[in-house]
């Protein structure tokens, strides 16, 4: 009974900031590299950034320095704050386990994250 559940998205100018939310349920989610991704519109998804279970992070380089991604094992949630927000963050943001170097599955619905003046 594997649960993605993503929030936080939403509408927001050039320079703004959001702070997504994403549910991790039925797992144990203490043992996982966790991710976000993005898909744009007419692009491949995207992994924009992990935490480790160790708490090491990795960012897609367009994002360093913006994009800050936590976890609240004992919540079993996942966050990703972002700052200084550009046209070209506009995607449909994803959460999800990443197990040899990808997405485990399934995808939750995603949460809308759309920067435009």
């Known amino acids: 009974q594997v649960q993605l559940v993503e929030s936080g998205g939403g509408l927001v100018q050039p320079g703004g900031s959001l702070r997504l939310s994403c549910f991790a349920g039925?797992?144990?989610?203490?043992?996982?590299?966790m991710g976000w991704y993005r898909q744009g519109p007419g692009k491949q998804r995207e992994l924009v950034a992990s935490?480790?279970?160790?708490?090491?992070?990795d960012y897609l380089d367009s994002v360093k320095d913006r994009f800050t991604i936590s976890r609240d094992n004992a919540k079993s949630m996942v966050y990703l704050q972002m700052n200084s927000l550009k046209s070209e963050d506009t995607a449909v943001y994803f959460c999800?386990?990443?197990?040899?170097?990808?997405?485990?599955?399934?995808w939750g619905q995603g949460t809308q994250v759309t920067v435009s003046s």
């Open positions: 999800n386990w990443i197990v040899r170097g990808g997405p485990r599955g399934p």
């Open positions: 039925g797992v144990i989610m203490s043992f996982y590299t």
């Open positions: 935490i480790s279970d160790g708490g090491v992070t």
